[in-house]
């Protein structure tokens, strides 16, 4: 076989290496699905106690079906990219009108699933029923980029046509689950963006191209990333007596359906010239978005009538799922209190 010592090297170190991890120790559709859409973008340190909180709370794609929006939300707060677990609400209910339960079996299925691509979909597929497809992540794209000495961004259409190309010669078809699941580990744990001493104690030095011509702490190529945009917020928290205002966020913008304190999109020179009972200015950094927010706080007799907005008690507000940036700044409100 032309990839028999690399995959007889890489299946010893994973052997030796690999973390025991929940998703790893079950074949289950809904539960590896889970974690997959939970580790996207996500590191498996954070990742673990969100897919732990779901699991317990939804064993099955039932449950999690049968669940309100606003419930999944506020389990998914703080994980980011929220559009995830809307996009797992939406699927796990498409299952279940489908009849797919427990879990889809066919990639085709899988694939059609709101939030999933072709990468997620294999992944799930070579994971539970050990299916012949490629699982892509960032981890796979650097070891292949590295091992090829491959210098094409992978994140760009080309790129990710050159990359499955790779990933389809080199995949184990006889032990697909074990294959994806090692080259997975091996860029989590041995060969990651700083390499250090790793390139030494690499098992596949000798099969890798980027060690060989001495670019492997160069790869794998990303293309230019967009420009950061600025964003400027005010945010207004009206107290009156044990309650307070909140809204949910209905525009197809950041944190779309989460909960809200009314706000207003301002430019700088206003948010520089703002006064009043205020926090200090809180930055919060997205994936291409910088938000500078700044938030008041409105002592009132009475609410102010503000469409869209709804009267809770101010302990009420953990039941809401709110984003990260305004959980930072309840956390530095309570600090100051």
Excluded at 257 to 262: A, R, V
Excluded at 267 to 285: C, F, S
């Amino acid at each position: 076989m032309r990839n028999s010592l690399l995959y007889s090297r890489l299946y010893q170190w994973y052997e030796t290496n690999h973390r025991i991890l929940p998703w790893r120790e079950t074949q289950d559709g809904y539960r590896i699905w889970l974690s997959e859409i939970i580790l996207q973008q996500t590191r498996v340190a954070q990742g673990l106690d969100y897919y732990m909180r779901f699991v317990e709370r939804w064993p099955d794609i039932e449950s999690l079906a049968s669940a309100a929006e606003d419930e999944v939300l506020r389990e998914w707060q703080g994980l980011g990219y929220y559009s995830r677990a809307r996009n797992l609400h939406k699927a796990a209910q498409m299952v279940v009108e489908k009849g797919w339960s427990p879990f889809p079996t066919r990639f085709e299925d899988i694939r059609s699933l709101p939030g999933i691509g072709d990468y997620t979909a294999g992944a799930i597929a070579s994971f539970a029923y050990n299916q012949p497809y490629p699982a892509m992540d960032g981890n796979v794209y650097r070891v292949l980029a590295r091992l090829a000495d491959i210098d094409e961004p992978f994140d760009t259409t080309a790129g990710k046509k050159l990359f499955h190309q790779h990933m389809e010669r080199l995949l184990d078809r006889e032990h697909p689950r074990l294959f994806n699941s090692a080259i997975m580990e091996f860029g989590a744990l041995q060969c990651t963006p700083q390499l250090g001493d790793n390139c030494q104690t690499c098992p596949l030095q000798t099969q890798c191209l980027g060690f060989a011509h001495g670019t492997a702490e160069l790869l794998p190529v990303r293309k230019p990333r967009p420009k950061v945009r600025d964003r400027w917020f005010i945010y207004h928290i009206y107290i009156c007596g044990q309650n307070t205002l909140i809204m949910r966020r209905e525009d197809k913008d950041i944190w779309f359906h989460l909960y809200d304190f009314p706000y207003e999109e301002v430019t700088a020179e206003r948010m520089k010239g703002q006064r009043g009972e205020g926090l200090k200015e809180i930055t919060h950094v997205l994936s291409h978005q910088r938000i500078h927010a700044r938030y008041e706080v409105h002592r009132v007799q009475k609410m102010p009538d503000i469409a869209g907005t709804f009267v809770i008690r101010w302990e009420e507000l953990n039941d809401y799922a709110l984003s990260r940036l305004t959980l930072r700044a309840l956390d530095t409100l309570q600090h100051k209190a």
